[in-house]
T-cell receptor, first 114, second 117 residues
Framework: NAGVTQTPKFQVLKTGQSMTLQCAQD?????MSWYRQDPGMGLRLIHYSVGAGITDQGEVPNGYNVSRSTTEDFPLRLLSAAPSQTSVYFCASRRQGASTDTQYFGPGTRLTVL | AQSVTQPDIHITVSEGASLELRCNYSYGATPYLFWYVQSPGQGLQLLLK??????LVQGIKGFEAEFKRSQSSFNLRKPSVHWSDAAEYFCAGSLRAGGTSYGKLTFGQGTILTVHP
């Protein structure tokens, strides 16, 4: 199993540009989520999904859109990038049904918005 | 609102010395608790987790953590630190199963560990 994969690893955008961060998992996990990591703030939840067709907002959803058309994929879209979205983005997945199950994290995408 | 706090932003220890990283939580009820480690440029790796039962939890890489309800703490310890332990460590909590928790993790701010030879 590849686990949780994210592409790209690095990205530089100009203010106002749009892009999609890709996340895929091959563990048949129902639950997937996106976090952003900023220095001194830990990781904060952006959006999450409990299955195909079901998404919900986390702690910091503004400026981001998500959709979940398949179990495997959970892309994160920035419609109009802003410098405040400069961050490292992590995707995670776990089995649904038990909060005790381990969440598996991808390697991250480092995004810079100029 | 739930919160997890790591009071120490940066800790420096000598190789071979013991280590304790602090974590405090604020939840309405006892949460599930986790410690993750992040090496530079890498993703997060789970060190250990607490759900219930024995308050001393053993993890990978020789780490352990002790859950203390009276102090709302879940401190991470290692008796002898190795240079390869240098990394950033995150404490996290989630509500117990049921309702709309869906395992959403709340992270502390992180503690950067530097190990001197």
């Amino acid at each position: 199993n590849a686990g949780v994969t994210q592409t790209p690893k690095f990205q530089v955008l100009k203010t106002g540009q749009s892009m999609t961060l890709q996340c895929a998992q091959d563990m048949n996990h129902e639950y997937m989520s996106w976090y952003r990591q900023d220095p001194g703030m830990g990781l904060r939840l952006i959006h999450y999904s409990v299955g195909a067709g079901i998404t919900d907002q986390g702690e910091v959803p503004n400026g981001y859109n998500v959709s979940r058309s398949t179990t495997e994929d959970f892309p994160l879209r920035l419609l109009s990038a802003a410098p405040s979205q400069t961050s490292v983005y992590f995707c995670a997945s776990r089995r649904q049904g038990a909060s005790t199950d381990t969440q598996y994290f991808g390697p991250g995408t480092r995004l810079t918005v100029l | 609102a739930q919160s997890v706090t790591q009071p120490d932003i940066h800790i420096t220890v000598s190789e071979g010395a013991s280590l304790e990283l602090r974590c405090n939580y604020s939840y309405g009820a006892t949460p599930y608790l986790f410690w993750y480690v992040q090496s530079p440029g890498q993703g997060l790796q789970l060190l250990l987790k607490y759900f219930s039962g024995d308050t001393l939890v053993q993890g990978i890489k020789g780490f352990e953590a002790e859950f203390k309800r009276s102090q709302s703490s879940f401190n991470l310890r290692k008796p002898s630190v190795h240079w390869s332990d240098a990394a950033e460590y995150f404490c996290a909590g989630s509500l117990r199963a049921g309702g709309t928790s869906y395992g959403k993790l709340t992270f502390g701010q992180g503690t950067i560990l530097t190990v001197h030879p």
